[in-house]
């Protein structure tokens, strides 16, 4: 090993500073948990429990625009998602198309960008066509990105990286020995993007949940108790307090 910082460590000092205290994160990603035992504490069903998420991802979208946070990467639905009673997979489906059809005007107006990553295929013709036609309408905005990971799985997602680095390799275009992290990282659903900075996991639990494991490596991990449905700017701001307060140090001194 060399003293030199990896290539993703430089961009990801650049991206956000080195922690200082006014230190506002250029990329924030949120695992929003806790819908279910929010609507369950309250004897609702589930799906309630979603509709209140989608009123927290609402204000914490525009909490994290009038920070001055450049992206935000929400985990709608995992790959691991489709494990789900189909009622409640038919339910969050039925509160996407809702949500876009609502916030659209919205996300236009607030000079918000629409991205997505992942194979939102799946979820069917009429709801990909509805995605990607407000991922186009929204395409020359840029005050914020708001990246949809949607049947997203950060391991699916790596695994396609070397698939087609492999294929490259196989098709004479690249030399396997030139395959570096840079070359890993243009591949990813997330290429393009600033390096991630922090990530918030709601709802007391630990773990990534195979959400941006490559994309994680130096970003700070905030896990709050929190509930997904009671989020809101306060509690947002919370998160970039403790994030300005956190040394960045990625791997020097
Ligand atoms: C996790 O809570 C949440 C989800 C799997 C879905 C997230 C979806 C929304 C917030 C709806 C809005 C999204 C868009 C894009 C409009 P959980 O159900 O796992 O909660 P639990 O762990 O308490 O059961």
């Known amino acids: 090993m060399t003293s030199q910082p990896a290539p993703s460590a430089v961009n990801a000092a650049e991206s956000a500073g080195n922690g200082g205290a006014s230190a506002v994160p250029r990329h924030v990603a949120i695992i929003m948990d806790g819908n279910g035992r929010w609507a369950s504490q309250r004897?609702?069903?589930?799906?309630?429990?979603h509709r209140a998420g989608a009123e927290a991802?609402?204000?914490?979208?525009?909490?994290?625009?009038d920070a001055g946070v450049k992206v935000l990467t929400i985990y709608a639905f995992s790959s691991e998602n489709w494990r789900r009673p189909d009622e409640e997979i038919s339910d969050l489906k039925g509160l996407m198309r809702y949500y876009l059809e609502r916030e659209l005007k919205?996300?236009?107006?607030?000079?918000?960008?629409?991205?997505?990553?992942?194979?939102?295929?799946?979820?069917g013709p009429d709801l990909a066509k509805q995605l990607e036609a407000a991922v186009a309408r929204t395409a020359s905005n840029s005050r914020l990105t708001l990246v949809i990971a949607l049947n997203y799985g950060s391991r699916a997602e790596l695994a396609a990286v070397a698939s087609k680095l492999a294929?490259?390799?196989?098709?004479?275009?690249?030399a396997p020995?030139?395959?570096?992290?840079?070359a890993i990282e243009a591949e990813l659903d997330t290429a393009e993007l600033p390096q991630l900075d922090l990530l918030i996991r709601t709802s007391g639990e630990v773990r990534l949940s195979n959400f941006l494991l490559w994309q994680t490596a130096y970003a700070e991990l905030l896990f709050t108790p929190v509930l997904w449905p009671d989020f809101d700017e306060a509690a947002f701001n919370d998160a970039?307090?403790?994030?300005?307060?956190r040394q960045r140090r990625f791997g020097g001194r």
Do not use: C, H, M, W
Not at 177 to 182: K, N, P, Q, V, Y
């Open 177 to 182: 020995e030139s395959i570096d992290e840079a």
């Open 106 to 123: 919205r996300l236009e107006s607030e000079g918000v960008r629409l991205r997505l990553i992942g194979n939102y295929r799946a979820f």
């Open 167 to 174: 294929s490259k390799a196989v098709a004479g275009e690249i």
């Open 57 to 65: 991802l609402r204000r914490t979208l525009q909490a994290a625009a």
């Open 43 to 49: 004897g609702l069903p589930r799906v309630a429990g």
């Open 240 to 245: 970039l307090g403790q994030f300005a307060a």
